[in-house]
């Protein structure tokens, strides 16, 4: 009875009891959760690959190609911030033009491969970190940088490109600027024989894909081969960046590629050009946009 009178005399339901529950962390979409797996599993791949040669590179101070330094400038001193950075190789070029450098990606391993190159490059100012590009400016402490820099193959793996332009005007300091250089969507139009139109220039619609090879050398995917891609027309991308306060300053438009992306593409001197007696048709573009001083 002793024990009756206790319960009795309690609440019918305790404090614990009818504490509402924590909110759910929002689930990850489907896209980035098999997008991170597939670039995780690229990563040793790519890190022991002819391609990225990590051996050659730590050796032969490999600079960016010389069209983007002409293009930037002197960023001697300067902040930079690498978007969506792989396995830092591009982000490590720029430390050896003088940068201050930052790379961020959403890949766990290949954050931690960068890391490793910078300590063998002496590198000791250029800094890392994991997070996906949407998440950039909280997994930054809110910091500002003088250049904002995205390199080949970055976009299409982004569904949302307002919110990314909003995102990168954020991560600029006043007077500072996004320098991209990107493959020309025009190309993601054309099948591997650069003649055949395969796909619609305007589909905003997730391009979803299985793939067993990554774009390196090297041995097979053999678990996360699917992913999710996303086609972004320039002017859609222009327009974003000057919707988000940016100022643009040049759009260049070229007819070569750093990498072979059509098999009839020819290289000479480090850049794949159509062959001579074919019509060509942009293959790259880069643009610079600056952020007004405050």
């Known amino acids: 009875m002793a024990e009756l009178g206790r319960a009795l005399a309690s609440p019918l339901v305790s404090d614990t009891e009818i504490r509402p529950e924590p909110a759910a962390e929002p689930a990850e979409p489907a896209w980035l959760a098999l997008n991170r797996a597939n670039w995780n599993e690229r990563v040793p791949i790519h890190a022991a690959s002819r391609a990225y040669d990590l051996t ?11 069209f983007e330094l002409a293009e930037l400038g002197d960023v001697a001193g300067k902040r930079l911030l690498h978007l969506q950075c792989h396995i830092g190789t591009d982000t490590l070029s720029w430390a050896r033009a003088g940068a201050r450098v930052t790379g ?23 800094r890392f970190v994991v997070s996906d590009v949407y998440n950039a400016v909280t997994a930054l402490d809110h910091a500002v940088y003088d250049v904002v820099y995205t390199g080949i193959g970055a976009l299409c793996w982004l569904p949302d490109i307002g919110r990314w332009a909003r995102t990168v005007a954020d991560l600029i300091a006043p007077g500072g600027c996004l320098y991209l250089v990107e493959f020309h969507p025009v190309t993601d139009m054309f099948d591997a024989d650069g003649t055949t139109v395969r796909l619609d220039y305007f589909n905003g619609e997730a391009q979803v894909w299985d793939g067993e ?77 600056a952020k007004p001083n405050a």
């Open 213 to 289: 090879f990554t774009y390196t050398d090297g041995a097979k995917l053999e678990n996360a081969t699917v992913t999710h891609q996303f086609a972004h027309p320039l002017g859609e991308i222009v327009s974003s960046l000057i919707a988000a306060g940016l100022r643009l300053e040049f759009l260049h438009e070229f007819d070569f590629s750093m990498f072979q992306r059509f098999e009839e593409l020819e290289e000479h001197d480090g850049r794949f050009v159509f062959p001579a007696d074919r019509p060509r048709m942009p293959l790259l573009y880069s643009l610079r946009a």
């Open 56 to 66: 050659g590179f730590v050796a032969d101070g490999r600079a960016r190609p010389a």
């Open 104 to 126: 961020l990606d959403f890949s766990a391993p290949a954050i931690e491969v960068a890391r490793g190159l910078a300590e063998q490059i002496g590198a000791t100012g250029a």
